[in-house]
T-cell receptor
């Protein structure tokens, strides 16, 4: 069974640009969660999508947005990039709702490393 | 509200000696607890999970953790460290039966010395 696939793995942008990251979950998984990982802040939750609906959202500005398609693939978008957006963006899928009993364990992709210059 | 505290940011052990990574949690509900491992430039991999079944949980690669409600702890152990265990480890808490977001600890960097 293929794991969680994130593309692109590495990208470099400049301030003010926007970026779109893609995540393909494990086949059959309906939940996709996104996390931002930085050395200073650690892992921070961005949002979770389940069956094309945003179920939870973290404390990030509106520049960060996402969506989920009918095949469970998800994209996140960051507009008007700032230097502080440089981070590893991790996507995780789960069979059930993230963190829930039984099927809530997360399976992570290898991440998309974004560098903003 | 819930939180998780990993008591050591760095742990260093010699190969073949035991590993202990400490995690304390607080949760208003009966929590689900997880340990994840992250190798450099990789995503996180699930080591083990506790979801109110047996309090001693066995995971992959010889790791195990014991849920102690009275101490609100979920420490990760391994009898004998291997060089390949060098990585960052995250303790994670989630309210049981809830779709709320998971809370990650700040991580413990494990170094294994030859």
């Amino acid at each position: 069974k293929a794991g969680v696939t994130q593309t692109p793995r590495y990208l470099i942008k400049t301030r003010g640009q926007q970026v779109t990251l893609s995540c393909s979950p494990i086949s059959g998984h309906r939940s996709v969660s996104w996390y931002q990982q930085t050395p200073g802040q650690g892992l921070q939750f961005l949002f979770e999508y389940f069956s094309e609906t945003q179920r939870n959202k973290g404390n990030f500005p509106g520049r960060f947005s996402g969506r989920q398609f009918s095949n469970s693939r998800s994209e996140m978008n960051v507009s008007t990039l700032e230097l502080g957006d440089s981070a590893l963006y991790l996507c995780a899928s789960s069979s059930g709702l993230a963190g829930g009993p039984g099927t809530g364990e997360l399976f992570f992709g290898e991440g998309s490393r974004l560098t903003v210059l | 509200a819930q939180s998780v505290t990993q008591l050591d940011s760095h742990v260093s052990v010699s190969e073949g000696t035991p590993v202990l990574l400490r995690c304390n949690y607080s949760s208003s509900y009966s929590p689900s607890l997880f340990w994840y491992v992250q190798h450099p430039n990789k995503g996180l991999q699930l080591l083990l999970k506790y979801t109110s079944a047996a309090t001693l949980v066995k995971g992959i690669n010889g790791f195990e953790a014991e849920f102690k409600k009275s101490e609100t702890s979920f420490h990760l152990t391994k009898p004998s460290a291997h060089m390949s265990d060098a990585a960052e480890y995250f303790c994670v808490v989630s309210p049981s039966g809830s779709a709320r977001q998971l809370t990650f600890g700040s991580g413990t960097q494990l170094t294994v010395l030859p």
